[in-house]
């Protein structure tokens, strides 16, 4: 048996049920390596140690005591770290800002009871870039997030804690939440899988707004074996979200069988451009061979306008998120910077509180949807955001999935793109567009660059393929290594 | 497009967003590359598009109306900076207040 910390979803479950370990063992192994590497990696804003034991007992007692062991909660005992954006009830909720600093929500987000009802163990919470806006969680208000595989480069971002936290095994998966690639563009820097659900999938209710026409809630694990078993758990339905869909929840079960023979898969030319890192394209084309090896069939698609959709994404996305945030004033929640009268309360607390990407974005927001601007920007996009949205249905008439590079290059250095935010915006061109569609995403692991450091496949599908999808993924991960590394910490 | 100082500073009253002076330079100028970029998306002709306002299908229909447990006041009010009667306490919205 190998070590505790470096076990995959599923073998924990099989570990679990066959008794070769305790829930409690099991989260104390993972508090211990925390305790050991956080400080190094700023993974985790906050960990439960005294809670995370309490439940893995709970978790522990409950097996001993059931009488049929089929009937046990699909996910008992497995820790799980939650991206600090979603609400679970008496702990913090930064969203990696300031202007939360001290919120506590007294409720869980659905998606964490979900899980916490499917008996997970909750370690606690994962740094992010502030509100979820960045590539990198350098825009954190509490301090970077390194990458496990070189700790002088990022993650990713947003969620770049939870996939740090899954890289260097201080959680075996984390729950994410992808606006504009931030499921999919840290998994990819981190070497994890990394599953954003189409809209409408999992529920938002307790996720802190930030693009509400975009914003999804996604998986980081070491496979899509693992994601399957985490989604499962948390999708479907939510009277309390009303853009999730009436569909019953996925029961997806991976095990050695999966096939992609016949699967038909589009490789959109767009995705090939000035820029694409040269070891991305020759991992990302070698999938695509071994795929196409696997019994898969391979063909040429256009996604014709591609190119509009980072700025199409810059105009929705801080449109969106200019009016969610107005939210915190200093009035019912975080910081407060006391002023004589309202408005000036209002703007200095705003001042103070936000960091410069979310002053950037709700700049641009508010300008975009400003009078005499709104035909011009939020108009334009929302009809070019029609466009992409229509050429994804034309490829999904062709093809069964689209495979491409999940980011145009491997994890950057800490602080390369600290004064030019739209090269940081560039980082997300290959991510954005299935936000903008609505449509599932899955980054895997397709190989490593000459430094060692990982290169991601991205696997698009049609709304609410998420099955296909994992099924190909878990058939290419059963004929490939790139998910088994881990980085040596 | 190019945005000026004055651009700056109606937009950061709308925003309720107290910005430094080098904030603000830096905002109009950062904003300005930006807003070039996003200027790309006039290159389509979208006179025949429709908007795309929700992702999904809208489904909105009615619920039953019946009462449900809303969240305790306490645990509201205990995330609040100032409070005072179980309500909100805010600085005067008029110069001149109490």
Redesign the interface.
């Given at each position: 048996m190998s070590e505790l910390h470096s076990l995959s979803v599923s073998q924990i479950l099989n570990g679990l049920a066959a008794g070769d370990f305790s829930s409690r063992e099991l989260a104390q192994a993972y508090l211990k390596r925390i305790a050991a590497l956080n400080p190094r990696l700023n993974a985790y804003l906050y960990v439960d140690a005294a809670g995370a034991l309490a439940a893995a007992e709970a978790a522990d007692r409950q097996r001993a005591g059931a009488k049929d062991p089929a009937g046990l909660p699909p996910l008992l005992g497995l820790p799980i770290a939650v991206k600090d954006v979603l609400a679970v009830a008496g702990m913090p909720a930064t969203c990696g800002s300031r202007i939360l600093e001290?919120?506590?929500?007294?409720?869980n987000a659905t998606s964490v009871q979900r899980l916490l009802d499917a008996g997970v163990v909750i370690l606690g919470k994962t740094n992010t870039d502030e509100f979820a806006m960045g590539s990198s969680t350098e825009n954190s208000a509490y301090g970077i997030t390194r990458n496990p595989w070189d700790e002088e480069r990022v993650p990713g971002g947003s969620s770049g804690g939870s996939a740090a936290a899954v890289a260097a095994g201080l959680a075996p998966a984390a729950l994410g939440t992808d606006t504009g690639g931030s499921v999919r563009q840290p998994a990819a820097f981190c070497g994890l899988s990394g599953l954003k659900t189409s809209?409408?999938r999992v529920s938002r209710y307790g996720l802190v707004a930030f693009g509400s026409?975009l914003d999804t809630v996604g998986v980081l694990a070491h496979s899509a074996q693992d994601a399957a078993l985490v989604l499962n758990a948390m999708a479907g339905y939510d009277?309390r979200d009303?853009?999730t869909?009436?569909q019953p929840a996925p029961n997806i079960h991976l095990n050695g069988n999966a096939s992609v023979k016949g699967l038909r898969i589009g490789v959109p030319r767009e995705y090939f451009i000035e820029g694409l890192q040269p070891e991305v394209e020759a991992a990302v084309r070698a999938a695509i061979a071994q795929f196409e090896q696997l019994g898969a069939q391979v063909q040429e698609v256009s996604l014709p306008?591609t190119?509009?959709a980072?700025?199409?994404y810059?105009?929705i996305a801080p449109a969106e998120a200019?009016a969610n945030l107005?939210r915190f004033?200093?009035?019912?929640?975080?910081?407060?910077i006391?002023?004589?009268?309202?408005?000036?309360?209002?703007?200095?607390t705003?001042?103070?509180g936000?960091g410069?990407e979310v002053?950037?974005r709700?700049?641009?927001g508010?300008?975009a949807l400003?009078a005499g601007y709104y035909d011009?920007?939020y108009?334009?996009?929302?009809?070019?955001?029609?466009?992409i949205?229509d050429d994804f249905a034309r490829v999904f008439e062709q093809v069964d999935l689209i495979a491409a590079p999940a980011t145009p290059g491997s994890a950057f250095p800490i602080g390369a793109h600290a004064e030019d935010?739209?090269q940081m915006?560039l980082e997300d061109v290959f991510t954005l567009p299935a936000n903008l569609?609505?449509v599932p995403g899955l980054s895997i692991p397709a190989g490593f660059d000459s430094t060692g450091l990982p290169l991601g496949l991205q696997l698009l599908g049609p709304y609410f393929s998420e099955e296909r999808l994992l099924a190909a993924a878990h058939a290419y991960q059963q004929a490939s290594d790139h998910h088994t590394r881990r980085p040596q910490l | 497009m190019a945005l000026s100082r004055e651009d700056v500073d109606h937009i950061a009253l709308l925003a309720r967003l107290h910005l430094s002076d080098e904030e603000k330079e830096r905002y109009r100028r950062q904003l300005s590359d930006i807003l070039a970029h996003v200027d790309k998306l006039k290159e389509l002709d979208t006179a025949a598009v429709q908007p795309m306002s929700s992702v999904a299908v809208p489904q909105s229909r009615l619920r039953p109306d019946e009462p449900s447990p809303a969240m305790p006041r306490a645990d509201l009010l205990g995330n609040a900076p100032d409070t005072a009667a179980e309500q909100f306490r805010v600085p005067p919205v008029l110069d001149g207040g109490p």
């Open positions: 001290g919120f506590v929500p007294s409720y809209y409408g026409s009277p009303a853009t869909l009436e306008h190119a509009y980072l700025p199409v810059y105009i200019s107005a004033d200093g009035v019912r929640y975080g910081l407060r006391e002023q004589d009268n309202l408005i000036e309360m209002f703007s200095r705003r001042g103070q936000f410069p002053k950037r709700v700049m641009i508010t300008y400003s011009a920007y108009g334009q996009a929302q009809k070019v955001r029609t466009l949205r935010p739209l915006y569609a609505g | -």
